[in-house]
Each structure stands twice: as structure tokens, then as C-alpha cells.
């Protein structure tokens, strides 16, 4: 009884799996807002490199995925101090995600838990910066539609993503932010010929301004807060499938 129940479930999750690279050039922009004003706004390019890792099942798939994140964007805005600047933000990320989905005919859809780790850096640039690091925990809900014409598969996909906790730690106070949640989706679809595979997306991320922090230095008290902040992505990914 014991043997047959380890064997049967070695056979369910050892069916078949594929272990994919992809890379991703994103246009990516950040704005943050305060009482309806534009504080600043970042914009350029971003690359992450990632593997994932597909298990099929007989009832269902899991998918773990790892990438980093790195890259320069230009920078319009205000430093913490309140001084105009025009520089580079440079960022850097590790992201993460597992997810179980299931295939139904021309559906599937999918669910799991993600966290991303980023660093939002203008220390390097000409200006006296600072370093926010970034954390989110989220769920994803995702849902779509695929074909296959020969070889050759397409999809289409839409995703809303929960947002658990996002926490942003600033490099010039010893306080935590946590933003607090908006809306958080993405839309996109692709192609897969083989072992290639190629994607088009655009994500939206805000989140609304996070409650006041005090810290004390110096014998006078701060307050320190995130603005209400946006972030747009469109992504162009290849991949390969070994």
C-alpha cells in the first residue's frame, strides 16, 4: 500500500517537464504623485534574464520561476531633500514566482504566490541621492486562451495580481513604508514555435500613498511617507525551451 502510493505519486509529478530561458527587454516608467501633483518620473529600459521550470501532472502543471532584474532609466525629478535633478535611477531585482495552473481545452489558468526584491538606487548618479529597497508579496490570478495551428501555439492571457504586502525601506531614514494596494494587472500573448517562444505584455502597477512614518534625529522628529506611485511596463520576451 505504502510502495504503490510513493510510486503513484512520482509517476503524477515526474510526467514530463522543460526547463525554459528567457530574456525580457522591458520600456519601463515610474510616477509618483502627490495631491494629484507629478513628483518625478522615471523611464528607459530595464533587462531581466529568468528560468523556469515546468512540471506536467496528470491534473495540473507547476511552474517555479527565478529571474534578476537590472538596468539604468533616466531620471526627472526631486531628490528626498526636495532639490530638482535630472540623472539615472539605476535599479537591480531578484523576482520570483510559483504557480500551479490547469489546462481545460483552449482555457488554463493559473494561481500561486510571487515575492520581488528591487533596489531603486540614485547614489552612483551626479546627484546626492539615496537607495530605496523594495519588497512586494502578491498572488497572481491568471486566465487565458491558447491554439495550436500545426507547430506552432499561440496564446493570450490576463492576469490580477493580489497584492499582500509591499514594503519600501529608504536609505535615509530607519523607518519602514508600505504602500498600500490599488491595481495591479497584466495583459498580453504570444507565440511559441518549437523550442522558441516569443512574448508581448504590458503591466500596470499603483499603489496609493503609504501612512506617515517618525524617526527622530538630531533632536527633531521626520516624518517620511511614499507618494502615491505608478509603474507601466511593456515587455518584449524571447525565449527557449530546452
Known amino acids: 500500500m505504502r510502495k504503490f502510493a510513493v510510486?503513484?505519486?512520482?509517476?503524477?509529478?515526474?510526467?514530463?517537464?522543460?526547463?525554459?530561458?528567457?530574456?525580457?527587454?522591458?520600456?519601463?516608467?515610474w510616477k509618483e504623485y502627490e495631491a494629484g501633483k507629478q513628483l518625478l518620473k522615471e523611464s528607459g529600459f530595464l533587462h531581466e534574464f529568468g528560468f523556469s521550470h515546468r512540471f506536467d501532472a496528470e491534473v495540473l502543471y507547476i511552474k517555479p520561476y527565478a529571474g534578476i532584474e537590472i538596468g539604468s532609466v533616466n531620471y526627472d525629478g526631486q531628490t528626498q531633500s526636495g532639490t530638482p535633478v535630472e540623472t539615472d535611477t539605476n535599479?537591480?531585482?531578484?523576482?520570483?514566482?510559483?504557480?500551479?495552473?490547469?489546462?481545460?481545452?483552449?482555457?488554463?489558468?493559473?494561481?500561486?504566490?510571487?515575492?520581488?526584491?528591487?533596489?531603486?538606487?540614485?547614489?552612483?548618479?551626479?546627484?546626492?541621492g539615496y537607495t530605496e529597497t523594495?519588497?512586494?508579496?502578491?498572488?497572481?490570478?491568471?486566465?487565458g486562451l491558447q491554439g495550436n495551428i500545426s507547430e506552432t501555439k499561440l496564446y493570450w492571457f490576463g492576469e490580477y495580481r493580489i497584492n499582500i504586502r509591499t514594503k519600501n525601506e529608504p536609505s535615509i531614514s530607519p523607518v519602514t513604508l508600505e504602500p498600500k494596494a490599488d491595481l495591479f494587472f497584466t495583459i498580453?500573448?504570444?507565440?511559441?514555435?518549437?523550442?522558441?517562444?516569443?512574448?508581448l505584455s504590458y503591466s500596470y502597477d499603483k499603489w496609493k500613498k503609504s501612512d506617515r512614518e517618525y524617526y527622530l534625529s538630531g533632536g527633531y522628529v521626520y516624518a517620511v511617507w511614499q507618494p502615491e506611485s505608478k509603474r507601466e511596463v511593456v515587455r518584449f520576451t524571447a525565449g527557449y525551451s530546452f
Open 188 to 199: 498580453g500573448g504570444g507565440i511559441e514555435v518549437k523550442r522558441l517562444k516569443f512574448e
Open 91 to 128: 535599479y537591480w531585482g531578484v523576482l520570483t514566482r510559483l504557480c500551479i495552473g490547469k489546462e481545460i481545452g483552449l482555457f488554463f489558468g493559473e494561481t500561486g504566490v510571487g515575492y520581488d526584491y528591487w533596489k531603486r538606487n540614485l547614489e552612483t548618479s551626479s546627484a546626492i
Open 134 to 143: 523594495w519588497s512586494q508579496f502578491y498572488v497572481p490570478l491568471r486566465v
Open 7 to 29: 510510486v503513484g505519486i512520482l509517476a503524477v509529478f515526474s510526467s514530463s517537464y522543460s526547463l525554459d530561458f528567457q530574456y525580457s527587454l522591458k520600456s519601463f516608467t
